[in-house]
């Protein structure tokens, strides 16, 4: 897996979820001109769904295939007032490149609706119930999917771990 950078955006009551995901797409595609920007925009209405559930809050939103994996997180109540934990540093490079994609975390409730909703409007962008891990497997022209699976008990060869 590539470089893996993650960000924490100031979410409810300090921004409307509406406004928590224009931060997030500055911070994504700064470029307002860019392919990226318009993808991202297209998809604000599951993207705030998302947002106005708190799914962010322990879920990123995961931007993976076009450069470094970056993971956006959101705190929420007296966190995003005050600031505490927030980091919305801009990246050094765009992750939106060729074959970028997004997962968005969604409570499973929403799932079906958010997925009905994307299929409409984009390609790139997924969604996934809260607690899926997303992997980014590339195929041979270069372009990212998404596999998903139930996060389950990480296991350490410890006798691997150690060896020398």
């Known amino acids: 897996m590539s470089t893996v950078l993650a960000r924490t955006v100031a979410a409810t009551p300090e921004r409307s979820a509406s406004k928590t995901w224009a931060a997030i797409v500055e911070l994504l595609a700064p470029d307002p001109d860019s392919e990226a920007r318009t993808e991202l925009e297209k998809v604000k209405g599951v993207a705030i769904s998302a947002i106005a559930s708190e799914a962010p809050r322990s879920d990123a939103f995961i931007v993976y295939g076009g450069g470094p994996r970056v993971r956006v997180y959101c705190v929420f ?32 409730d929403d799932v079906a609706w958010s997925q009905r909703q994307l299929a409409a409007l984009s390609t790139r962008v997924s969604v996934r119930t809260m607690g899926e891990q997303v992997d980014e497997q590339v195929d041979e022209r270069g372009d990212a999917s998404v596999s998903r ?16």
């Open 77 to 108: 109540g007296e966190d995003a007032i005050n600031g505490e934990g927030v980091n919305e540093a801009p990246l050094v490079r765009s992750v939106t490149g060729h074959g970028w994609r997004l997962s968005i975390p969604c409570p499973s």
């Open 149 to 164: 699976a139930r996060v389950s008990e990480a296991r350490i060869d410890r006798e691997e771990l150690f060896r020398k």
